[in-house]
Structures are given as structure tokens and as C-alpha cells.
């Protein structure tokens, strides 16, 4: 850990299982962002294990596991929470018991309160194409904003390389809709960072990503892309929804 992350830790930490009230959590990030805006992705991932402790996570949609492993080589045995929405490609599911199979780390893995069956029940068949935003709320947003309650901040693999609407995500910031601090360790990282780190590493990867979908959710809103498209192009295809409301 450097001098700045070790110092900001120290000022911060606290009873790291016990959990801070949002004002407290809203006042320990205000500074922090600018202060690790220009750090490397693992002290941020540092500052954040010193700080939060066992209530601090990061998430993963195994589209590749670069933030797992980073963050694994930090803090063996840290919680990776994977959202099942029931919808996700087998190669997705691959990749998650993969990672759980080979990373040290804590592999937990959530799910929304309806299956998929019990959603067509009690809204229709297919709720994606009926109401996305209203799939996207029960399936994902719900499960993960209920599973965040056991923490204080969350990691992502969020890069600001990614589409437009992710140029300002900060590397620490507050996430004021879950009240939680979000922590997004590569938002600063290029395509090109990401695949070094990979290579450089042996990182797992989901096979989809060389099979035209460079970004990966769940299998009816998620199309191949032409290489040299937007990324995220093939994500909800055809409509004007680009995200699936989490971040
Ligand atoms: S991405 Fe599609 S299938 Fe998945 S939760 Fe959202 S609307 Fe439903």
C-alpha cells in the first residue's frame, strides 16, 4: 500500500464489520475520490480492504474475471457477488464457476425472488420485451440492492472506456440510490490495460467476449456486435435503453 492510501486507510478505518450510517459514508468519500483519482487500480482495492473490510465487495457479470483476480491478489478470500438473473448465457455461468473453481475467492452468488417462471406468472410471458426496465428493477436491481445491505461499498468493473454515459464514474464515489460507497477500480483503465492485465496474468475470460459480444448480460437483450461497434451496442438492441439501472 502506498504512503497516501496507508494514510487515508488509517484515517478512515474504523470497526470494520460494523456497518457506518450513510452520513457517515458520504463524509468518509467525499475527499477520498480526488484523492485516489490518479491511484492504481489495487490501492484503490487497498484503501478499500482497510477501510470497509468484510463489508466491502465487488461485483462481477464474468464477462472477464480482471477485477476478481486484481482484487483476489489483494485481499485473498474477498466476497465476489455474482447476480444470477436467470437469464444468463452458459458460457456466463462457465465463467462464474470457473472463477469460484480457481480464484481464492468468495464466490456469492444471488439471485431475484421470482424465477423466471414465477416472473411470466405474475407479469406475463417475457417481461423483457413487454417492460425491460421493469425486468432489469425485479431481476437485477432489486436482488443486488437487497444483497448490498451487508455492505458499506461495493467494487465494479465500470470503465469510463466503455460507452459515454460511464466517461464520469468516479474511482470512489457515492452511490447515493443504494447508499453505499461505489469503488470503481478500473474506471481510469483503457481496453488495452485490460487486455495486458489479462494476458499478463492467464485471466479467465468468458468465451462470448471472441465470439462477437464484447459486453455481456443476459441472453435476450444481448446481441454480437460488428467489430469496431460500440461496445455496448448489442446490449438492449434496437431501443434507446442503455443501461440496466445499477450503476
Ligand atoms: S437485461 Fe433483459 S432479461 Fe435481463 S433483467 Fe434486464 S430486461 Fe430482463
Avoid at 90 to 104: C, F, G, M, S, Y
Avoid at 161 to 181: L, Q, S
Wanted: aromatic share 6%; hydrophobic share 40%.
Amino acid at each position: 500500500m502506498t504512503a497516501a492510501t496507508t494514510r487515508l486507510a488509517q484515517a478512515n478505518r474504523g470497526t470494520q464489520t460494523e456497518g457506518r450510517s450513510p452520513e457517515e459514508l458520504r463524509e468518509l468519500v467525499s475527499h477520498v475520490g480526488a484523492e485516489l483519482e490518479l491511484a492504481p487500480a489495487e490501492h484503490i482495492i487497498e484503501w478499500a480492504v482497510a477501510t470497509f473490510g468484510e463489508r466491502f465487495c465487488i461485483t462481477s457479470s464474468m464477462g472477464d474475471a480482471a477485477l476478481a483476480h486484481l482484487a483476489s491478489t489483494v485481499a485473498p478470500g474477498i466476497d465476489v457477488v455474482f447476480l444470477d438473473t436467470g437469464y444468463h448465457f452458459a458460457e456466463t455461468i462457465d465463467t462464474r464457476n470457473a472463477v469460484q473453481a480457481t480464484l481464492p475467492v468468495n464466490l456469492v452468488t444471488i439471485a431475484p425472488e421470482q424465477s423466471v417462471a414465477e416472473q411470466d406468472a405474475a407479469h406475463g410471458k417475457d417481461l423483457y420485451k413487454t417492460d425491460p426496465d421493469l425486468c432489469c428493477k425485479l431481476r437485477k436491481v432489486a436482488p443486488l440492492t437487497e444483497s448490498l445491505a451487508s455492505y458499506d461499498a461495493w467494487a465494479t468493473g465500470l470503465r469510463r472506456a466503455e460507452t459515454h454515459n460511464r466517461v464520469i464514474a468516479p474511482v470512489v464515489g457515492w452511490d447515493a440510490r443504494k447508499g453505499k460507497v461505489k469503488v470503481s477500480p478500473l474506471a481510469r483503465w483503457s481496453d488495452d490495460q485490460v487486455e495486458r492485465y489479462i494476458k499478463d496474468n492467464g485471466v479467465l475470460v468468458n468465451p462470448l467476449v471472441y465470439d462477437g459480444y464484447p459486453s455481456i448480460g443476459c441472453f435476450p437483450c444481448t446481441r454480437r456486435v460488428a467489430p469496431g461497434d460500440d461496445p455496448r451496442s448489442g446490449r438492449w438492441a434496437g431501443t434507446t435503453k442503455t443501461e440496466c439501472g445499477i450503476h
